[in-house]
Nanobody
């Protein structure tokens, strides 16, 4: 069993930066792939980034490439999403997720955090 809690959301001006953290409980977090997803009001949850269980492989949706960086510190049971050059269209609730499958599909992730709000003002 893995429980996930996100931290680090907030209000930032366009062009600014935020770092989201995803703190995990449970010794098996290091064996799971991790993903970040976001959901804006009235929209479906969408994939943002994913990282393999050992941090060796990452993948991003096109709209965040070059601006966001996903990372995972298994020793600290924590995952991160560094977000730079933020845009108003990045405004959403951001969720971290953990699962055994390295995928962009939300339903393939077994564990989810409660989400953290990111608001980017223009």
């Amino acid at each position: 069993q893995v429980q996930l809690v996100e931290f680090g959301g907030g209000l930032v001006q366009a062009g600014g930066s935020l770092r989201l953290s995803c703190a995990a409980s449970g010794r098996t977090f290091s064996t799971y792939n991790m993903g970040w997803f976001r959901q804006a009001p009235g929209k479906e949850r969408e994939f943002v980034a994913r990282i393999s269980w050992n941090g060796a492989t990452t993948y991003y949706t096109d709209s965040v490439k070059g601006r966001f960086t996903i990372s995972k510190d298994n020793a600290k049971n924590t995952g991160y999403l560094q977000m730079n050059s933020l845009k108003p269209e990045d405004t959403a609730v951001y969720y971290c997720a953990a699962g055994a499958v390295f995928t962009t599909t939300p339903s393939h992730y077994r564990y989810w955090g409660q989400g953290t709000q990111v608001t980017v003002s223009s």
